[in-house]
């Protein structure tokens, strides 16, 4: 039995809608990205699609699998920061970050403080809108925390820091991938690599029948079929040299913005 993290959110549906939910091997444990983090950390799942963020503070430990993450060039449409000010303006004033996120928490940091030049102070808060600007000038939302409160239109500035980043570096983003203990490789190499195809096998079908996902993030969010066709063509799914230089870039930042204790090095397994 391998227990996965299963993430609830529309992002991660060409991950999981066509994963078996009944296969003897799999156990799904539902949780925000934060809360997976910190099961894969203390063992209570075997592996989940983590924070990027994450994988660069277990790096040593842990290995992702190939071919998987949730990354885009450019615009993303659910990693959005919410501000009262220009991003410019924010230098002494408060950022509420979701406390769902680790990524897009320490990837709001990289640019404000790099790209605009301004040092906010932090509150990390659940995701609400309205609860983060009673407290806040600017707030952090991701997924569809993000796309719901982006729906109703709040009257603020809104950055969406997949484009922001791009506009920074000219690199794609690695938002999450899917990780697990290395010390798994040795004990339960055939099930982590059954589970790997599986993995993989449902996100290949997702991706030819995407408007089964995109009526189905119709059903759960609203929104028209169109909105959720766009959201869709932003997304990479796979991890391929472009996607991984990316995330070698956010990860290389973090640690030389001491968000990160050491300088991560990436392994894969299985090797392709
Ligand atoms: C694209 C998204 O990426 C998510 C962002 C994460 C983070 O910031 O830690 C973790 C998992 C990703 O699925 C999103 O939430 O919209």
């Not at 391998?2 to 609830?8: A, C, K, S, V």
């Not at 109703?152 to 969406?160: A, F, H």
């Not at 000219?170 to 203990?181: E, I, K, N, Q, R």
């Amino acid at each position: 039995m391998i227990r996965i993290g299963h993430n609830p959110n529309t992002n991660m549906l060409p991950m999981f809608h066509f994963l078996s939910k009944e296969h003897p091997l799999l156990e799904s444990i539902t949780a925000e990205p934060t809360g997976h983090n910190a099961m894969l950390c203390d063992g209570r799942i075997d592996m989940a699609p983590i924070s990027a963020f994450s994988y660069g503070e277990h790096w040593q430990d842990y290995a992702i699998l190939p071919n998987l993450s949730v990354s885009t060039k450019g615009r993303v449409g659910s990693i959005l920061l919410f501000s009262k000010v220009p991003l410019e303006n924010l230098d002494g004033m408060i950022v509420a970050l979701t406390d769902t996120s680790a990524t897009s928490v320490n990837l709001t940091k990289i640019l404000l403080h790099q790209y605009y030049g301004v040092v906010p102070r932090y509150l990390t808060m659940s995701s609400s809108l309205q609860g983060m600007f009673a407290k806040a000038d600017a707030a952090l939302l991701i997924a569809d925390a993000a796309i719901q409160a982006a729906l109703l239109q709040p009257e603020c500035y809104i950055y969406d820091l997949g484009e922001e980043w791009f506009n920074y570096t000219g690199c794609s983003m690695t938002y999450a991938v899917w990780a697990f203990p290395k010390r798994l490789i040795t004990e339960r190499k055939e099930e982590v690599f059954t589970v790997y195809q599986m993995l993989i096998a449902a996100k290949t079908k997702a991706l030819i029948n995407m408007e089964d996902i995109v009526k189905t993030c119709q059903t759960m969010l609203g929104g028209s079929l169109e909105f959720w066709r766009d959201y869709f063509t932003q997304f990479n799914y796979g991890l391929d040299k472009t996607t991984v230089a990316g995330l070698e870039k956010y990860l290389n930042l973090c640690f030389e913005q001491n968000l990160l204790s050491s300088r991560p090095v990436l392994q894969f397994w299985p090797e392709e």
